[in-house]
């Protein structure tokens, strides 16, 4: 059974990943009717039931991906998630165009949605090594985004 959690989150992982609400909520509604079966049978915090939700949102993700356009925000903010006003997204939104797809999903799984380097690894099929790599590639891609914005470095 699909959790309310997991469905947050699988919302959660499509609006950070899409950026763009009306292409993110039909897709994450999508994906969570295919977690519905794959998950019927399978205890909520098992390292299955976290590997077959990563892997899903991560195959449902390249099926659309070249649909996207990336590097762009199309979210009211209002519904989805509601930001303390003195948080920006234009840091994430340059990571999002110009980050690697493995390591844009490795920082969505690991730092917005709370997967463990493990976890990731299991549902990537690759080792826990590779994830651990990608995650630190991200976060230094995004940190060097981010302090290139504070010194007004476009």
Known sequence: ???????????LFFLYA??????????ADKTSGILRSKL????EESTDAKRILISTCKTQFEKIKKS???????????NAFVLPDDVSLAAWVRFQKESPDDE?????????MGFTEYDIAEA????EGTATYRLGRGLRRLGEIQRGMHRGVV
């Open 1 to 11: 059974m699909l959790s309310e959690s997991q469905v947050r989150s699988v919302a």
């Open 18 to 27: 899409v950026l763009d609400e009306h292409a993110a909520l039909p897709i």
């Open 40 to 43: 019927s049978r399978v205890a």
């Open 68 to 78: 996207l356009s990336r590097g762009t925000m199309s979210m009211t903010l209002s």
């Open 104 to 112: 844009l999903l490795t920082v969505i799984f690991s730092r917005i």
């Open 124 to 127: 990537f099929e690759v080792s």
